[in-house]
């Protein structure tokens, strides 16, 4: 066996022994009503709730909101109620990058929906002065596919030491220190392209649960290791030549929680990023 066919075949291998339920979404223009799964425009927000906001006191950004009744295919998440994500509207779009220190995002948990409250009891704000968003467009409904047990992705922090625990093993002569060290061992003639899956399906990566992607690295790997489940992940996203969602140079925006946590419906804990390439 090649150093090539090798180093899949361990892919594979991870892929195949560490799985967990994913459910992928794709946008639809248009504006499902006010308890619906979508991305930007009108939130759902019990009476008498204020409108989040960051630190310095301006309101955050409204992105998602997920109808829980539709998660049934996901264990260990919330199948009652509206889970919904908020973040900044400064050019950074609220982001620290790796850390939770910020106020300036928001996971908001309503486990029961009041139907009396309308489109019009929503204390929508004005917008504010620096008004970055990732949204393009909107709203756009979110349509869930069907759920796949998900193998884990290269890009999650705990691929790369199982890698190199099984290649080491496999190739004792040969030792590698990181997961990418294999492109040193390549034949010339071996495409990189289809190595760790690098080749995949050229789609926007929108998901609940899953094992996460990136276009940089993954943000829990020197710190926030805990935060073992990906709750939420929204992709840049084109239609031919138009944006619909853009996080700066075509990234990804990522939500992580821990499992535990997240059964017990606790969700003052989670680390928000999004990179770019």
Known sequence: MTNFELTNAICEEIRAEYRTPCLSFFLEEGE????????????????????????????LRFLAQIDCTQLIALPDYPHAGLLQFFIGTDEMFGCDFGAMKSKNYAVLY?????????????????????????????????????????????GDFRFDPLFVQKWNQQKPDEPIEKSWDVFELLDED???????????????????????????????????????????????????REFLVCWGDLGVGNFFINREALKRRDFSRVLYNWDCG
């Open 110 to 154: 309503h486990e029961t929906v009041d139907t009396s409250v309308t489109a019009a009891d929503i204390p929508l704000p004005e917008p504010p002065e620096e008004d970055c968003s990732p949204l393009e467009k909107g709203p756009f409904r979110i349509v869930f596919g069907v759920p796949v047990d998900q193998g884990m992705t290269p």
């Open 190 to 240: 071996d495409d990189e392209d289809d190595l760790f899956g690098c080749g995949g399906e050229d789609v926007p990566h929108h998901q609940l649960g899953g094992y996460p992607y990136f276009t940089q690295a993954d943000p829990r790997e020197t710190q926030h290791g805990d935060l073992d489940t990906l709750l939420f992940q929204l992709d840049s996203d084109t239609r031919g």
């Open 32 to 59: 499902p009503g006010l308890t619906g799964s979508k991305v930007g425009g009108t939130p759902y927000l019990p009476k008498g709730t204020r409108w989040p906001v960051d630190e310095q006191g301006v309101p």
